[in-house]
C-alpha cells in the first residue's frame, strides 16, 4: 500500500562508504509500521528542498528503511543529506513506489543488474532472494566507472559465503588497477557468461542508458518481456 501523506522518519544512523554515497538508516517516529516489498523507493523531503526518489535498499524486516544517497553536486537535496544531516536528523517519506519488487513466487534463478547507486534496489532484491525458502541461484552484478565507486563489495563478498547459491561479479568501466575484477560494461559481461537466460528472472537499476542496453542484451538471450523488472523504462 502506498503512503501519499508524508511520514516523519529519524536518522538512525550514517556511514560514508565513499567520498560521494552515504548510507542512511531511517526509522518511522513513534515506531509508526511501514510496509514495502524488496525492490521499491520512497520520495524523501526536507524542508523547501525539492523531493527525491531514493530506492530501499532492505527488504521488509523491522521496519528500518536503507536509503543511499549519492552526492550530486548540484546543491540539492542529496547534497544536504551527503554533508549536512547527522544521526537523529528528521526526513519525511512518501511511498512505497515503484513495480519492480521481488516476485518470490517465480522460482528460477535470478539476475541482478545494477550500476552505480543502482545496487540500493538490487542489494534489497537479492537478500529477499536468499531469505526466501527457495534455494534458487540469484547473481548480482555491479557496473562502476572506476574502483573508488566500488561500495558494499567486502558485505557481498561475505554474503557468497554464507550462501553457496549466490554468486557476485563486480565489473569495472575504467579500471586504474590491476586488481583481478572484471573489466568493462556491465551488460556485456553478463552476455559472456549466460549463452542463455531463458527461464531466470531479471533486475535492472542503474543509469537509464545501462538499464536499456541490458534490457535489449536480456530479450536477446531469450528473457521474455515479463521476467525482466526495471522502474527505468
Not at 114 to 125: E, Q, S, Y
Not at 206 to 218: D, E, K, Q, T
Request: proline residues 6%; charged residues 20%; glycine residues 10%.
Amino acid at each position: 500500500m502506498t503512503n501519499n501523506t508524508p511520514t516523519p522518519f529519524k536518522i538512525d544512523s550514517i556511514e560514508d562508504v565513499t567520498n560521494e554515497v552515504r548510507v542512511l538508516s531511517l526509522r518511522a517516529l513513534g515506531n509508526t509500521p511501514y510496509a514495502w516489498r524488496a525492490g521499491q523507493y520512497v520520495c524523501l523531503g526536507l524542508g523547501d528542498f525539492d523531493s527525491r526518489h531514493y530506492s530501499i535498499a532492505n527488504p521488509p524486516g523491522d521496519g528500518a528503511l536503507e536509503v543511499h544517497v549519492r552526492r550530486s553536486g548540484a546543491g540539492g537535496l542529496s547534497d544536504h543529506i551527503c554533508t549536512q544531516l547527522n544521526i537523529g536528523d528528521t526526513l519525511h517519506v512518501e511511498g512505497p513506489f515503484g513495480a519492480a519488487y521481488f516476485r518470490a513466487q517465480h522460482g528460477g534463478p535470478l539476475l541482478a543488474i545494477a550500476g552505480g547507486t543502482g545496487l540500493a534496489p538490487m542489494k534489497a532484491v537479492v537478500e529477499a532472494a536468499l531469505q526466501s525458502d527457495l534455494n534458487r541461484d540469484v547473481h548480482l552484478y555491479v557496473g562502476v566507472q572506476t574502483e573508488r565507486d566500488l561500495y558494499l563489495e567486502r558485505y557481498f563478498i561475505k554474503l557468497t559465503h554464507a550462501h553457496s547459491n549466490f554468486r557476485f561479479i563486480t565489473v569495472i568501466a575504467e579500471p586504474t588497477e590491476n586488481s583481478g575484477r572484471r573489466s568493462g560494461l556491465v551488460g556485456d559481461a553478463v552476455a559472456a557468461d549466460f549463452p542463455f537466460l531463458y527461464g531466470h528472472q531479471c533486475y535492472l537499476a542503474g543509469p537509464p542508458a545501462m538499464v536499456a542496453a541490458c534490457r535489449s542484451m536480456l530479450k536477446l538471450k531469450s528473457v521474455p518481456a515479463h521476467d525482466i523488472f526495471s522502474d527505468i523504462a
